[in-house]
């Protein structure tokens, strides 16, 4: 076990987090590229050569040559480097020099500023003159796609993104755009550019969701594809986590997750609870929360037979079956979970925190006079904690409530109708219309036999 791991994790936590980690269901959707900062990631989970061995075992395939005979001493020290990563070295060298010779006119002649003035939005107009003008051909845009591809397979992400671009500009190949975006999405990925990844995304939302996607499981494969990759840019961004729940709450999007990758209910739950904490901060955003949460407790309630992890069972727990101790005790192995996510590990703090606020304000909403100790413990904190937490609670959310220390207790003054309470009204309700549904057709019998 490295340093860092003993440092973070305890033993029990270690385990929590080996048990739920989704690297292996997250790389099923995912270019090799995308994979490798994941592996990265798991040094929290495994020793280090455990983890050189699985980055060794991914791109020893790619032109990543260099970065491959690192990974490679690292794991056999002194030994000479294998013949066919020599012989890989040698054809990437090579292959450079030669799509570079092939693409450079054509990227010269695309760089010139009389050039671009001429090109329109038609591109057969664009092919036709750029042919006859200059004589870049049909074999000559495709180059830059194959270069493209090459570039993005030895890691040089931003000349792959830059080829991508101006192949796409000229190509009339439908399929061959759609390819070329994939790739521009993941190089934008991997070079952190964030709202460049944002606008391909769109494009490819545009492209799967189109009427014009004949084949149904084709469209729900790109679809799965899609939510996996998403998660890069929603959670990197500032406005991610509500795009997050735009697009996964929407009927197509969630029907994806339910039939193809319900794990991604994790990334649900810890997007919902993580934009409480701006929920509480404005009242305008209150119901679009209230909804959806609405929503989430319901999917978690559908798939919990179908996918269950520490994230989900707490919503589970506090919303489907009003167990505090089991909600405590599932927000602390969902924070051991959180911490090894490669997406979710930098939200570990906010989303804690907002779990506690959600853990106390259902709590209050069942309960008309608290104990302090008692919600202390659910919140997995020390009476004296507790206490204070309780207070910033009811200064912050603004609660018409008052804590009384010398009892230990919490009295809510406001009127609150229980959980159970609601529940008896709505059974009341059904008994009702029930009677009534009994009465017509009574009645209906009656008129009949007359």
Not at 134 to 155: E, P, S, V
Not at 230 to 251: A, H, V, W, Y
Not at 272 to 295: E, G, I, N
Request: proline share 2%; glycine share 2%; hydrophobic share 35%.
């Amino acid at each position: 076990m490295s340093e860092n791991t003993e440092s973070q994790l305890t033993a029990k936590e270690l385990e929590i987090a080996r048990k739920y980690d989704l690297t292996g269901k997250i790389s099923q959707f995912l270019d090799r590229h995308l994979i490798y900062p994941l592996l990265e990631s798991l040094d929290l989970l495994y020793n280090d050569q455990i983890v050189t061995r699985l980055v060794y075992d991914l791109l020893k395939d790619t032109n990543m040559t260099t970065f491959v005979k690192q990974q490679f001493e690292i794991l056999n020290p002194g030994k000479p480097f294998p013949e066919e990563l020599l012989a890989k070295e040698t054809f990437v060298e090579s292959e450079l020099e030669k799509l570079d010779k092939e693409t450079k006119e054509t990227l010269n002649i695309l760089s010139d500023k009389s050039v671009q003035d001429h090109l329109k939005q038609d591109k057969e107009y664009n092919t036709q003159y750029l042919e006859k003008e200059h004589g870049i051909t049909q074999a000559k845009i495709k180059a830059l796609y194959d270069f493209a591809q090459f570039q993005y397979n030895r890691g040089d992400y931003v000349m792959a993104s830059d080829l991508l671009n101006n192949f796409r500009v000229l190509s009339t190949n439908v399929d061959a755009i759609v390819s070329a975006t994939w790739g521009r999405l993941a190089s934008e990925i991997i070079s952190l550019q964030w709202d460049t990844a944002l606008q391909e995304l769109s494009k490819l939302r545009e492209v799967v969701d189109s009427r014009s996607f004949n084949d149904p499981l084709m469209q729900l494969h790109n679809r799965t594809w899609i939510i996996h990759w998403s998660l890069f840019p929603f959670f990197n961004t500032e406005n991610g986590l509500d795009q997050l729940c735009d697009l996964f709450f929407s009927s197509s999007y969630l029907s994806t997750i339910q039939a193809s990758c319900p794990w991604i209910s994790r990334y649900l739950v810890a997007a919902v609870v993580c934009l409480y904490s701006s929920s509480r901060k404005s009242q305008s955003s209150s119901p679009a929360f209230q909804k959806r949460l609405k929503d989430l407790i319901r999917v978690v309630g559908q798939e919990q037979y179908e996918y269950n992890d520490p994230l989900t069972e707490f919503i589970k727990a506090l919303y489907i079956e009003y167990d505090f101790e089991l909600a405590r005790d599932k927000l602390s192995e969902a924070t051991a979970v959180i911490k090894t996510d490669f997406f979710l590990a930098s939200g570990a703090t906010n989303f804690a925190e907002n779990a506690r606020y959600l853990i106390s304000e259902v709590y209050c909403r069942v309960h008309q006079r608290i104990e302090l100790s008692q919600l202390s413990n659910y919140l997995d904190l020390s009476t004296e904690d507790g206490e204070k937490w309780i207070a910033k609670l009811i200064r912050d959310s603004k609660m018409n409530a008052k804590i009384d220390e010398s009892e230990g207790t919490i009295i809510m003054n406001h009127p609150i109708t229980s959980v159970y309470q609601e529940v008896i009204e709505k059974t009341k309700g059904l008994s009702f219309r029930s009677s009534q549904v009994l009465a017509s057709v009574v009645q209906k019998q009656e008129n009949t036999v007359q």
